[in-house]
């Protein structure tokens, strides 16, 4: 009965629409050129390159620490490899109204601001 009921269902859903294929957008490559300053760097290097962070957030082995300015906000990384220090390992970066902006450009900026702000 159960199987009765449930192959009566199946002719009440629509037909799909054949939609095309899609490939996904590709992801953007990210070049380290102008990072140089900032990436293999620990927290203490970056404080020191940027100010004090306006966010510190830790996860696991893990950590982010966010620097933000005027121009851009810029989330740096770190993560230890083996028994080494967290060290940046990668960077986002974006508009203080969550635009897009190049990661050198934001850093670049932020080296720029007084004090840290």
Known sequence: MVLVAAGSLGGC??????????AP????SYSPI?????????AAGLVSLFGPADADVREGAGRKLQFAGSFCVLDAYLYPKGQDEAKVTYLDA??????AIDRASCVAALTRRDGGK
């Open 25 to 28: 957008a590709p992801q953007p």
């Open 34 to 42: 102008g990072l140089e300053r900032v990436l293999g760097q620990n």
């Open 94 to 99: 974006r508009e203080p109204d969550g635009s």
């Open 13 to 22: 859903v629509a037909p799909s629409a054949g939609r095309p294929n899609v």
